[in-house]
Nanobody, 116 residues
Framework: QVQLVESGGGLVQPGGSLRLSCAAS????????MGWYRQAPGKQRELVAR???????NYTDSVKGRFTISRDNAKNTVYLQMNSLKPEDTAVYYC??????????WGQGTQVTVSS
């Protein structure tokens, strides 16, 4: 199985930036889509962004133009660059792996808090 470990979360002011990292236990050059989901208190978990093995990406509408997902196969790592952060972005962010639209492995999550 693929083990995923997220890092990079923390407290940031509105308008600030964070970069989340997800380290995979095996080469991501030979595995399926990597993604980021998030869950805020009292809300359903939602897809934030995903990137296929071939580099195709998509994002939820609320983060388009602000967030960028990327992958570095040499480092077995997936990133989520988050700019222009808003309080509404506050959530636990989870890294995932699996076929497009069907994540099968999940990380433990990293907390992102956007507040003044």
């Amino acid at each position: 199985q693929v083990q995923l470990v997220e890092s990079g979360g923390g407290l940031v002011q509105p308008g600030g930036s964070l970069r989340l990292s997800c380290a995979a236990s095996e080469s991501i050059s030979s595995i399926y889509t990597m993604g980021w989901y998030r869950q805020a208190p009292g809300k359903q978990r939602e897809l934030v962004a995903r990137i296929s093995s071939g580099g195709s990406t998509n994002y939820t509408d609320s983060v388009k133009g602000r967030f960028t997902i990327s992958r570095d196969n040499a480092k077995n790592t997936v990133y989520l660059q988050m700019n222009s952060l808003k309080p509404e972005d506050t959530a636990v962010y989870y890294c995932t792996e699996g076929p497009w639209g069907h994540p099968r492995y999940w990380g433990q999550g990293t907390q992102v808090t956007v507040s003044s």
